[in-house]
């Protein structure tokens, strides 16, 4: 009998093994003690981040998704790499994550989000919030077969994307644009400092390296904006550290201890764009909440 119980016993487990997938274990979290993985907030980044989310929307249901899970799912997957449809089971739904990414994204959430960090880190810095000096770069990645547009970079060598970033003397991002890897710089660069006037009035100085050297780029920013183009050129191929370049290469650096920016896996460009400026919001959040 107590054969036959036991194999009852693994028979009923066995069975609800493969029958209780619908009963996600979601994490309900509370403070620090729930943490369970390194990327998710702290309280302290939490309550940066908690006022600046946008409210449940009026009418209908209330809200019951927990929106600090949401953001550590995204953080999540953004440091791991992992697929959406492969989040662990503590998280919420990768349709609920998924949901919230897109809409945030379509709202501009996480582009204010960013902005609001940074401006508290200079604040933080003792500096004024506008920069005066800024620096930009591009870096040419590979594409994988999910699809979406794309060119090759024949300078590289590589069949992909490129990521054009403006940063200032800290390293920390103002804007960034992914383009086809067939874009020249110089191209790029119009779209890319385009409309930072507004948001950035004290820029006075645009530093970057001799694959933006151009005259016509030059004089559009003189006449358009009233910035001056300061191209950094290398004397000897060999690397050596010129001027302020190395600032940019090592936010490039930064944003690549994320495994989801190792390759461009988005379709489009606007979510590449997107998991970009979400991972400068987590350097941010670890600045601001180090203290």
């Not at 090759?152 to 992909?160: I, L, N, P, S, T």
Request: aromatic share 10%; glycine share 6%; net charge positive.
């Amino acid at each position: 009998m107590l054969i036959i119980g036991g194999s009852q016993l693994l028979k009923r487990v066995f069975e609800k093994s493969f029958t209780c997938t619908d009963y996600r274990r979601v994490m309900r979290i509370r403070n620090d003690v729930d943490k369970l993985y390194d990327t998710d907030l702290t309280d302290a980044a939490w309550s940066l981040i908690a006022p600046i989310l946008p409210a449940g929307r009026t009418g209908g249901r209330p809200r019951k998704t927990n929106l600090r899970a949401v953001l550590n799912a995204i953080f999540y997957l953004l440091r791991t790499g992992c697929q959406w449809r492969l989040l662990p089971q503590e998280f919420p739904s990768w349709n609920t994550v998924y949901h919230y990414f897109r809409s945030w994204k379509d709202d501009g959430v996480w582009t204010c989000l960013q902005r609001s960090m940074y401006q508290q880190v200079r604040r933080q810095a003792r500096r004024a919030i506008c920069p005066s000096v800024v620096i930009m770069d591009g870096q040419s990645v590979k594409t994988t077969e999910r699809g979406g547009i794309r060119g090759f970079d024949a300078h590289k060598r590589v069949k992909g994307r490129k990521r054009h970033i403006v940063v200032d003397i800290f390293g920390l991002l103002i804007a960034c644009r992914v383009e086809p890897a067939d874009i020249s710089d110089r191209k790029a660069a119009v779209l890319l400092l385009g409309g930072l006037a507004p948001l950035f009035p004290n820029i006075r100085t645009v530093i970057a390296d001799a694959g933006h050297q151009s005259i016509k780029l030059a004089r559009y920013l003189l006449r358009q904006e009233g910035w001056r183009l300061q191209i950094v050129r290398r004397r000897q191929r060999a690397f050596k550290i010129t001027g302020l370049t190395w600032i940019v290469e090592r936010s490039f650096a930064w944003l690549c201890r994320n495994r989801r920016l190792s390759k461009d896996y988005e379709y489009g460009v606007q979510s590449s764009e997107t998991l970009i400026e979400i991972a400068s919001t987590r350097l941010l959040l670890n600045r601001l909440a180090r203290t």
